[in-house]
């Protein structure tokens, strides 16, 4: 062959490559596809334009550089569409997709996120398999929808997960036993569900835990919260209400030092509010009304002393109120029983129930 001949042959293969490694890996090219075909009807128009085999180029997809693999689905129901001009603020538009979720999606098993959110008319189940193929997975947002069927187990397996936002859905069932495998889990978001039967104790060993969501669902027995310091050193919003929660508040709630929000208003919890409340000296918002408590309100709480919101009415406590609440100096709403001393809060309206 002639050397010029073979210089030809050489940028030949070379544009060859370059072209074919632009296609979509075949399995990320199905599972695209499938997802595509389970979706009825799209108002934001993002899935007319996936069209041919170059799906990193794709609206809401994103692809590794190295790997060519898919990494990302991000289609929310809520995003900001590009501006032309630098100086405005992209608008926010709000679209809609209609279907299901086809469980071809865990073919993508380099998949890091998928943000499907508020997309209001995805329905059916969350695919079974996806704890056993989507072993990348870091960040899974489904909240504002209509899916439904229970948590998969296999979830429990997604151990490089740091967000799970499946709120404001129609799920059933229990939270797997196991959700404590996730060591990475930052944010955890199951409310307004209808997910039933007790917290899993493992939940405990969530030890880089932010955020734990839980509200509006049918949850029993008992609070489930660390028995020694530093299990969750970084928890900041705790939030229990609107279920069906007995037993005490444990006294072990005094341990989460770092604690903005804690609430669990409207359950059937008894006893006393633990006198440990007054460790959370980051406390901002308590909330524990519409419950059984008893006894009086302990003089710790004073130790909260950023407290800024106190619902404690609907309960069996008795007066006074410590007179230690003048020194809550940041205190905005409260909510108390009509017995209560009131007259040494120091301002803010006051709701007298």
């Known amino acids: ?197 007790k917290i899993p104790n493992s939940i405990t060993k969530l030890h880089s835990i932010k955020s734990i969501e839980l509200y509006q669902n049918q949850l029993e027995g008992e609070i489930q919260l660390p028995t020694i310091p530093g299990q969750w050193p970084a928890i900041e919003h705790l939030r229990l209400e609107n279920n069906r929660l007995t037993g005490i508040i444990p006294p072990s709630v005094g341990f989460l030092t770092s604690l903005l929000r804690f609430s669990v208003s409207n359950n059937q919890l008894t006893g006393p509010i633990p006198t440990t409340l007054g460790n959370l000296k980051s406390l901002q918002h308590l909330f524990v009304d519409n419950n059984q408590l008893s006894v009086q309100l302990p003089n710790s709480i004073c130790g909260t002393s950023g407290l800024s919101v106190l619902f404690i009415s609907h309960n069996k406590i008795v007066g006074p109120l410590p007179n230690c609440f003048s020194s809550l100096k940041y205190l905005q709403q409260i909510d108390v029983p009509s017995h209560l001393n009131i007259s040494i809060i120091p301002r803010g309206p006051v709701r007298k129930m």
């Open 1 to 197: 062959m002639a050397p010029h001949h073979f210089i030809w042959f050489l940028v030949v293969i070379s544009v060859l490559t370059i072209c074919e490694s632009k296609a979509c890996h075949p399995d990320d090219l199905k599972g695209l596809n499938d997802f595509k075909v389970g979706i009825h009807s799209d108002t934001s128009g993002r899935l007319s334009n996936w069209k041919g085999t170059e799906c990193c180029n794709w609206p809401g997809i994103s692809c590794n550089s190295t790997t060519g693999r898919v990494v990302q689905i991000n289609l929310p129901g809520y995003y900001e569409e590009s501006s032309d001009d630098d100086e405005a603020p992209a608008p926010v538009i709000g679209r809609t997709m209609t279907g299901s979720i086809s469980p071809s999606i865990t073919l993508l098993t380099s998949l890091e996120l998928i943000d499907l959110s508020k997309l209001v008319g995805l329905t059916g189940p969350i695919p079974s398999s996806i704890g056993f193929n989507l072993k990348n997975l870091k960040k899974l947002f489904l909240e504002g929808n209509q899916i439904s069927g229970v948590i998969p187990q296999s979830m429990s397996n997604l151990t490089n997960l740091v967000i799970l936002n499946l709120e404001n859905n129609l799920l059933t069932g229990s939270i797997p036993e196991n959700i404590g495998n996730l060591q990475a889990l930052q944010e955890l978001s199951l409310s307004n569900n209808s997910l039933s039967g």
